[in-house]
Nanobody
Framework: QVQLVESGGGLVQAGGSLRLSCAAS????????MGWFRQAPGKEREWIGG????????DYADSVKGRFTISRDIFKRTVNLQMNSLKPEDTAIYYC???????????WGQGTQVIVSS
């Protein structure tokens, strides 16, 4: 089985930055892409971006485009989410997920909390 563990969450002031990491572990791991999601209290889970593992191409939701950047480390099997110019509305639990094929997320991390104060 595959385990995904997010790290790097915390409390930050509006306008600040945070970098989240997602580490994959397990005897086997095969992923077409890795995605980042977030969920705020009382709201549905929202897709915010993803990266195609083999080529490193990325895509982002309009709400974070230009502020968030996704990158990968092939050797370490990690994916990062660099978050800049954070806003209070970015406050949420952030999750990473692995998709074996486009749009089909099989494995999920437990999430890491991000709180942006005004």
């Amino acid at each position: 089985q595959v385990q995904l563990v997010e790290s790097g969450g915390g409390l930050v002031q509006a306008g600040g930055s945070l970098r989240l990491s997602c580490a994959a572990s397990g005897r086997t791991f095969s992923s077409h892409s890795m995605g980042w999601f977030r969920q705020a209290p009382g709201k549905e889970r929202e897709w915010i971006g993803g990266i195609v593992w083999s080529v490193g191409s990325t895509d982002y939701a309009d709400s974070v485009k230009g502020r968030f950047t996704i990158s990968r480390d092939i050797f370490k099997r990690t994916v990062n989410l660099q978050m800049n110019s954070l806003k209070p509305e970015d406050t949420a639990i952030y999750y990473c997920a692995s998709a074996l094929r486009p749009g089909s997320y099989t494995y999920w991390g437990q999430g890491t909390q991000v709180i942006v104060s005004s």
